[in-house]
C-alpha cells in the first residue's frame, strides 16, 4: 500500500506546490487507487508519477473548496481518454453531485463510464471483503470530513509443509483454508484452517483528514492509525489566525498525532506564506512534540508497512 501527495499546498498553487490531491494505491492484486481531493491540476500531477490514471476506482473528497476540487471535472474525463472505463464511485459532502455534474453538462462533457455518487454523513460509508471507510465531520467553513481506511485483518502464510503431511492436495482446498474455512479430505478427515496457517496479518489504517482546526473527530479518525495524514496551514505561534480561517498549525498536528496513539504523521496543505526553504522548519516544530512527523513535498510518496 503506498500513499502519494500530488499537492501538498492550500489556497492556490506555486511554483513549486500544487494544492492538494493524495493518491492511495492499494495492495496487490488489483493495485487500484483511491483519490483523496483534487485540486486545479491534479492530472497534470498524475503525468509525474508512475501511477495510471485508469486505474482510478474511487473519489473521495472532503469539502467543496475550489482548492480541493477545481481539478475533478478535468481529471474524469481525462479517464475516459486513458481507458478507464469502469464505474468511477465519488464519495463527498452534500454538493458533490451538483458540483460534478454541472460542470460535465455545461461544458458537454460525456464520460465513457457511470458516476455512483455518495453524498456522506459521519459513519461507515464504505465497505467491502478488504476495506472499512469511516467518515467523521471536521470543523472548517464549509461541511468537511476526514477519512479513516481500516484494511481487514488478512489470513496468515499457510504452513505448505504441514499440509503436505495431513495429505491436503495441492489446489482448491489450499484457497479454501486460506481464506479460514476448514475443509475435509476424501477420507473424511477434517483440516481445521487454523491449525495451519500462521498468524493473521494486522490490517493497516491510514486516515486522511481534511480542512480542520483542532477537534475531536480528528483524534478518533486517528486512533492508532498507521499513517495519519493531517493539514498544517500554519506555523507554531498563528494559532488565532488558524483557528480564524479553520485549519491547523504544525503543533497542532503533532498533538493530535501524540493524542491518537498514530505511528506516523505526514502534514499537508501548507500556506502560500511558506516557501519550500522554510518547509523543513516547520517539520521540526511538530517533531518537537510527535518525532515521526514529516512534512509532505509535492511527489513525495511512501509505503505503508504490515504491522508485525
Known amino acids: 500500500m503506498d500513499i502519494w501527495f500530488l499537492g501538498t499546498g492550500a489556497g492556490r498553487p ?47 473528497v472532503t469539502h467543496l473548496h475550489g482548492d480541493h476540487t477545481f481539478g475533478i471535472p478535468g481529471l474524469l474525463s481525462t479517464r475516459s481518454y486513458v481507458g478507464g472505463n469502469g464505474p468511477m464511485k465519488v464519495f463527498g459532502p452534500p454538493g458533490i453531485k451538483e458540483l460534478v455534474d454541472t460542470s460535465l453538462r455545461l461544458s458537454g462533457t460525456r464520460l465513457d463510464y457511470e458516476i455512483a455518487y455518495t453524498e456522506i454523513e459521519e459513519g461507515i460509508i464504505f ?26 485483518d488478512r489470513p496468515g502464510k499457510l504452513q505448505v509443509e504441514k499440509l503436505k503431511k495431513l495429505g491436503v492436495p495441492e489446489g482448491p482446498l489450499y484457497g479454501f483454508l486460506k481464506k479460514g474455512q476448514d475443509v475435509s479430505l476424501p477420507d473424511g478427515t477434517v483440516v481445521h484452517a487454523a491449525d495451519v496457517a500462521g498468524t493473521p496479518i494486522k490490517g493497516r489504517i491510514v486516515t486522511i483528514l481534511g480542512d480542520t482546526k483542532p477537534c475531536e473527530n480528528t483524534v478518533i479518525l486517528g486512533r492508532d492509525a498507521d499513517l495519519l495524514v493531517h493539514e498544517a496551514t500554519f506555523a507554531d505561534g498563528q494559532q488565532e489566525k488558524a483557528h480564524l480561517y479553520g485549519h491547523s498549525t504544525t503543533v497542532e498536528a503533532a498533538e493530535a498525532a501524540r493524542a491518537a496513539g498514530a505511528r506516523q504523521l505526514v502534514m499537508t496543505h501548507f500556506s502560500t506564506r511558506f516557501t519550500s526553504d522554510q518547509i523543513p522548519a516547520l517539520e521540526q516544530e511538530a517533531q518537537a512534540i510527535f518525532p515521526e512527523s514529516i512534512a509532505a513535498f509535492d511527489l513525495y510518496h511512501t509505503s505503508i508497512a504490515c504491522r508485525q
Open 14 to 60: 506555486m511554483k513549486e506546490r500544487n494544492v492538494t490531491s493524495i493518491a492511495l494505491r492499494l495492495p496487490e492484486p488489483d493495485c487500484a487507487l483511491w483519490l483523496f481531493d483534487a485540486g486545479e491540476a491534479t492530472q497534470h500531477q498524475f503525468m509525474r508519477t508512475p501511477l495510471k490514471l485508469n486505474k482510478l476506482e474511487a473519489l473521495f
Open 127 to 152: 465497505e467491502d471483503e478488504r476495506f472499512v471507510v469511516e467518515a467523521r465531520a471536521l470543523e472548517h467553513r464549509l461541511p468537511c470530513f476526514g477519512y479513516r481506511i481500516t484494511e481487514r
